[in-house]
T-cell receptor, first 113, second 110 residues
């Protein structure tokens, strides 16, 4: 029973398309995140949500729009995909904002061609 | 200056040896630190968290934290080929934000 699950795992799409990635966690956590990992393995935070409220938007282009319908779900919609959006996108969750462990989903491999 | 710095490696150690991975950080106010292991094509998985100065041991892994010197390290005893992976150091910077280093690639040679 996967704690943080993302779909789809692989995504190959053309420039200019719109795509969505969905994330669900069953850990009972109240905080969820989107991280982007580039080809050099650098994990960079994009967004964090606490109790469905956006807390961090780390200067991500407006083409990226996260949505959290409830504490257990966090989706990421990307408009007008560009080549530079190719990366692995990780959803993650943690309990609260006091430095507890953050747990990652399996990742969504996005390739824009 | 990067907020969390790690040597990218690769760090190569023979099987059975001790692997020593280091991480430095720039924010003296950091309180929570983490080591994650990431195999190629997989997601980061937690090895250990550490919050207090000193050593914390879990099986073959020991994390060491020195807040005065702003570094955190991970020792892997009796290294196995299955330990070959990228090790990510992270710190909690407050306000629902975890900052990661770029990782150190470890190769354990059989």
């Amino acid at each position: 029973d996967t704690a943080v699950s993302q779909t789809p795992k692989y995504l190959v799409t053309q420039m200019g398309n719109d795509k969505s990635i969905k994330c669900e966690q069953n850990l009972g956590h109240d905080t969820m995140y989107w991280y982007k990992q580039d080809s050099k393995k650098f994990l960079k935070i994009m967004f964090s949500y606490n109790n469905k409220e956006l807390i961090i938007n780390e200067t991500v282009p407006n083409r990226f729009s996260p949505k959290s319908p409830d504490k257990a779900h966090l989706n990421l919609h990307i408009n007008s995909l560009e080549l530079g959006d190719s990366a692995v996108y990780f959803c993650a969750s943690s309990q609260g904002g006091s430095g507890n462990t953050i747990y990652f989903g399996e990742g969504s491999w996005l390739t824009v061609v | 200056q990067k907020e969390v710095e790690q040597n990218s490696g690769p760090l190569s150690v023979p099987e059975g040896a001790i692997a020593s991975l280091n991480c430095t950080y720039s924010d003296r106010g950091s309180q929570s630190f983490f080591w994650y292991r990431q195999y190629s094509g997989k997601s980061p998985e937690l090895i250990m968290s550490i919050y207090s100065n000193g050593d914390k041991e879990d099986g073959r892994f020991t994390a060491q934290l020195n807040k005065a010197s702003q570094y955190v390290s991970l020792l892997i005893r009796d290294s196995q080929p299955s330990d070959s992976a990228t090790y990510l150091c992270a710190r909690y910077s407050g306000t629902y934000k975890y900052i990661f280093g770029t990782g150190t690639r470890l190769k354990v040679l059989a």
